[in-house]
C-alpha cells in the first residue's frame, strides 16, 4: 500500500513538473519579446548589454501606429456590436422552443467558427466582392462579425439553458408580454455571458490578421501592420508596438475573466 | 403556491385603473405598443416567425452565403467579370489543381503537417490538462488554467512574432545552447518545418487544452482509485481508464486544432521557408497577382476545406468505434 502511495506521489511530482514546464513554454517567448523591445540597439537578438525607453517613446511618435490602434480598436466595437446582438437572438431561438431544422439551424450556426481562417478570408473576400462592398473597414467589421457570432451564440446558449423558466412564467403571469419578460428577466440573467462573450470577440477581432488582411483597404489594422513591418524586417520598435498589444490584450482578458467569473457567482 | 399569491397581490391593481408609473408601466400602457405586442403575438406561430426571421436570414446570407458563392466562383472561368467579357461554367480551375506540382505538394505537405502538429500538441497538452484536472484542487483550478489563458489572449501575429525572436539565428534558443557549451555555431532553426511547427503548437494548444480538461474533469476519481486497488499500476490506469474514457475530448480537440492548422496563413509565412510553403499561401497567390486568378484561387480553398473536412469526419468516425470497442 505503501508503495502506491508513493507511486501516486512520483506521479504527481512528474505530472505538476509537466505543467510548470508548459507554463514556462507559454510565457517564455513573449517575456523574451518584451525585453527585446527594452534592448538599446537596432539590431534584434540575445544578450542584451543595454536597456533603453526610446523605443516605446518612437512608437508614441509614430502617427500610423497609434493610428493602427484606434483604427483597429473602432473595428473590434463595431464588430462586437454586431455579433453580440446577431449571436444573443440566435442562442434565444435555438434554446427556446423546438422546432423543425433547429440541428441545421445550429450547424449554420457554428460553421463560421469551423472553417479554417484561410478559407474563411477568402469567402469573405468573394462574397464583398459580390454584394458589392468595397476593401476597407466596412467589409473587416462585417467579416470579424459574422465570425464571431458562433462564440457569442455558443456561450449565450450555455448560459440561457440554465435559466429557470419559473422566472419567466412568473413575469408572464403578472401581466409582462414576452418582449418585456425578455429584456427585465431573461437580459439581466445573461448578462455576464453576455459580457464575458462581447470581451473574448473584441479580443478575437482586435487580434485578428487573417481576415483584416485579406478584406482591408489601405489602413492597416494593428496586427496587418506589424506584419508588414516584420516582412520589412525585424526591429525593437516592433517588440515595443506588440509589447503594448500585449499588455493590453492581457489585461482585458484577466479583467473579464474575474468580473464574469463574479457577476456568475452573484447570480 | 407561489402563483396564487401573485395573481392575487398584483391582479388588481392592474385592473382597478391605478396606472403604472413607472417606464415599463407606462411603456405597456402606451396604445401603439400594446399595439404592436398584440400584432406581434397574435399567435404562437407568428410570435415564432418573428423571433425566427433574422437568425434564419442572417445565417442563410451570412454564414451560409460566402461558402456557397465561394463554390459558384470555383466553377467559372472569369470572375470579378470585366465588363463585356462572358462568364462560362468550367471544371478547369479544379483540373489545374492535379496538374501542377507546385499545387498539389503545398495541399499534402499541409495536411501532413497539420495532422503531425495536432499530434505534437495532443502530447503536449494532455499530460497538463491531467494534472490540471485531477491533481489540482478544485479551488485552484481556476487560478492554474487562468494562467494558461493569458498568453492565449495574446494575438496570432503578436505570438508568430515571439517565437522569431525565440528561435532566431541570434535567439535565445541558440544563445542558451552556446552558453551551455552544446554548439559553437548557431543552429539555424528559422525558416524551417520546425520553426512553423512551434509556431503552430504555439498557437493552438489552448484549444486542444480545454476539451481535454473538461473531459477529464468529469472522470471520476473512484475509477482510477478502484483500478489502484485492484494492483493497477499508473501507466495500465492511463491506457485502460483515463484514455478510453476521454477519447471524446481527445476527438474534438484534435478536429478543432487540425481545422486551425490549416487555416494558418500568417504564421507559415513568416516562420517557414520555401521549402515549407502550405497551400495557405499558394491561394493566397491567386488574389494578390493581377488577372482573374479568383476562380482558381476559390477551387483550391474549396478543395482544402473539402479535404480538412473528409479527414476530420474520418478521424472522428474513427474516434467512435473506439469508444464502441472500449465499451464493449
Redesign the interface.
Known amino acids: 500500500m505503501n508503495d502506491?502511495v508513493e507511486?501516486?506521489r512520483g506521479?504527481?511530482i512528474l505530472?505538476?513538473c509537466?505543467?510548470w514546464a508548459?507554463?514556462v513554454?507559454?510565457?517564455?517567448?513573449?517575456i523574451?519579446?518584451v525585453m527585446?523591445g527594452f534592448k538599446d540597439s537596432k539590431?534584434?537578438?540575445?544578450?542584451i548589454k543595454s536597456w533603453t525607453l526610446d523605443w516605446y517613446v518612437e512608437v508614441f511618435r509614430d502617427a500610423e501606429v497609434m493610428f493602427a490602434f484606434g483604427y483597429s480598436m473602432l473595428i473590434a466595437i463595431l464588430s462586437t456590436l454586431i455579433s453580440v446582438v446577431?449571436g444573443t437572438?440566435?442562442a434565444?431561438?435555438l434554446e427556446?422552443?423546438r422546432?423543425h431544422g433547429r440541428a441545421v439551424?445550429f450547424g449554420?450556426?457554428v460553421?463560421?467558427a469551423?472553417?479554417?481562417?484561410?478559407?474563411?478570408?477568402?469567402?469573405?473576400?468573394?462574397?464583398a466582392?459580390?454584394v458589392g462592398i468595397e476593401p476597407g473597414m466596412g467589409a473587416i467589421v462585417w467579416s470579424h462579425a459574422?465570425h464571431n457570432?458562433p462564440f457569442v451564440a455558443l456561450v449565450v446558449m450555455a448560459r440561457l439553458s440554465t435559466l429557470p423558466k419559473?422566472q419567466i412564467?412568473?413575469a408572464r403571469?403578472?401581466?409582462?408580454?414576452?418582449?418585456?419578460a425578455f429584456i427585465?428577466i431573461t437580459l439581466p440573467y445573461l448578462a455576464p455571458a453576455i459580457l464575458g462573450a462581447s470581451i473574448f470577440c473584441l479580443?478575437l477581432s482586435?487580434?485578428?490578421?487573417?481576415r483584416s488582411?485579406?478584406l482591408g483597404g489601405y489602413e492597416p489594422t494593428l496586427?496587418v501592420l506589424?506584419?508588414a513591418k516584420?516582412?520589412s524586417g525585424?526591429s525593437p520598435e516592433?517588440?515595443a508596438i506588440?509589447s503594448i498589444?500585449?499588455v493590453l490584450?492581457?489585461i482585458?482578458?484577466?479583467w473579464a475573466?474575474r468580473f464574469t467569473?463574479r457577476l456568475n457567482k452573484d447570480n | 403556491m407561489k402563483r396564487e399569491i401573485s395573481a392575487s397581490n398584483d391582479a388588481p391593481r392592474v385592473q382597478s385603473g391605478v396606472p403604472d408609473r413607472t417606464f415599463w408601466g407606462r411603456l405597456t400602457g402606451w396604445a401603439p405598443y400594446t399595439a404592436m405586442m398584440r400584432l406581434v403575438t397574435a399567435s404562437p406561430k407568428r410570435q415564432f416567425a418573428i423571433l425566427a426571421a433574422l437568425p434564419i436570414v442572417w445565417v442563410l446570407t451570412q454564414h451560409l452565403g460566402p461558402m456557397l458563392q465561394m463554390l459558384r466562383v470555383s466553377l467559372t472561368d472569369a470572375y470579378p467579370v470585366a465588363p463585356g467579357v462572358e462568364q462560362h461554367f468550367t471544371f478547369d480551375n479544379y483540373l489545374r489543381f492535379f496538374g501542377d506540382s507546385i499545387f498539389w505538394m503545398p495541399f499534402f505537405r499541409t495536411l501532413t503537417f497539420a495532422a503531425a502538429f495536432t499530434f505534437c500538441t495532443l502530447v503536449l497538452a494532455y499530460p497538463v490538462a491531467y494534472f490540471l484536472a485531477r491533481h489540482v484542487s478544485r479551488r485552484n483550478q481556476m487560478l492554474f488554467l487562468l494562467i494558461l489563458l493569458i498568453p492565449f489572449w495574446v494575438g496570432e501575429i503578436v505570438r508568430t512574432y515571439a517565437i522569431m525572436i525565440l528561435l532566431g539565428n541570434t535567439g535565445a534558443l541558440n544563445l542558451a545552447l552556446k552558453w551551455l557549451g552544446l554548439i559553437d555555431q548557431p543552429i539555424p532553426f528559422m525558416y524551417t518545418g520546425f520553426s512553423m511547427g512551434v509556431g503552430i503548437v504555439y498557437l493552438t494548444a489552448l484549444y486542444m487544452l480545454l476539451p481535454l480538461y473538461s473531459a477529464l474533469e468529469k472522470l471520476p476519481k473512484s475509477m482510477n482509485e478502484a483500478a489502484a486497488d485492484l494492483g493497477a499500476g499508473p501507466w495500465t490506469r492511463f491506457w485502460r481508464i483515463s484514455l478510453p474514457m476521454t477519447l471524446e475530448g481527445i476527438a474534438s480537440g484534435c478536429t478543432l486544432v487540425f481545422l486551425i492548422s490549416t487555416g494558418f496563413y500568417a504564421t507559415p509565412v513568416l516562420l517557414g521557408g520555401p521549402s515549407t510553403t502550405v497551400f495557405a499561401e499558394t491561394i493566397a497567390g491567386f488574389f494578390h497577382v493581377a488577372g482573374d486568378q479568383w476562380p482558381t484561387g476559390a477551387a483550391f480553398a474549396v478543395l482544402m476545406f473539402v479535404a480538412a473536412l473528409l479527414i476530420t469526419a474520418a478521424f472522428q468516425k474513427l474516434m467512435s468505434a473506439l469508444r464502441r470497442g472500449e465499451s464493449r
Open positions: 502506491r507511486l501516486y506521479n504527481r505530472l505538476s509537466l505543467y508548459f507554463v513554454y507559454v510565457f517564455v517567448p513573449l523574451l519579446m527585446m539590431f534584434i537578438g540575445f544578450p446577431v437572438w440566435i434565444v431561438l427556446g422552443r422546432f439551424m449554420l450556426t460553421l463560421p469551423l472553417v479554417p481562417g484561410i478559407i474563411s478570408a477568402i469567402a469573405f473576400r468573394i462574397y466582392r459580390w459574422v457570432v419559473s412564467e412568473a403571469d403578472l401581466g409582462a408580454d414576452p418582449l418585456v427585465r479580443l482586435f487580434d485578428d490578421f487573417v488582411f485579406f496586427p506589424i506584419f516584420l516582412r525585424m516592433i517588440n506588440a498589444a500585449l490584450t492581457a482585458i482578458g484577466v475573466e467569473r
